[in-house]
């Protein structure tokens, strides 16, 4: 059974870097896409940034473009986020995805499996 497990959330400051990890567990995910979404309180899940298993192709949201990146490590079979330059919109529950195949996949629905998140609050 897959099992998508995210780690590395935390408070901090306006500017400062954070990075989230995300452990794949279940299957091999040779084929597949995984993303990184968020949700705010009250608004809807957004897409963050995803990466192809196999090639590491990457893409991200305009709104994290230049501050985000998006990395994989196959021999741990995890996902990482690193984020920088933090600003207050970017308070929100991650979470990490996968979906089988490798097209462009940006929105929820086209993943398969999903992980329950971490927290990621950035304060003044």
């Known amino acids: 059974q897959v099992q998508l497990v995210e780690s590395g959330g935390g408070l901090v400051q306006a500017g400062g870097s954070l990075r989230l990890s995300c452990a794949a567990s279940?299957?091999?995910?040779?084929?597949?896409?995984m993303g990184w979404f968020r949700q705010a309180h009250g608004k809807e899940r957004e897409f963050v940034a995803r990466i192809t298993w196999n090639m590491g192709i990457t893409y991200y949201a305009d709104s994290v473009k230049g501050r985000f990146t998006i990395s994989r490590d196959s021999a741990k079979n995890t996902v990482y986020l690193h984020m920088s330059s933090l600003k207050l919109e970017d308070t929100a529950v991650y979470h990490c995805?996968?979906?089988?195949?490798?097209?462009?996949?940006?929105?929820?629905?086209?993943?398969?499996?999903w992980g329950q998140g971490t927290q990621v609050t950035v304060s003044s």
């Open positions: 995805a996968a979906a089988a195949g490798t097209r462009w996949y940006t929105r929820p629905n086209e993943y398969d499996y």
């Open positions: 279940g299957r091999t995910f040779s084929g597949y896409t």
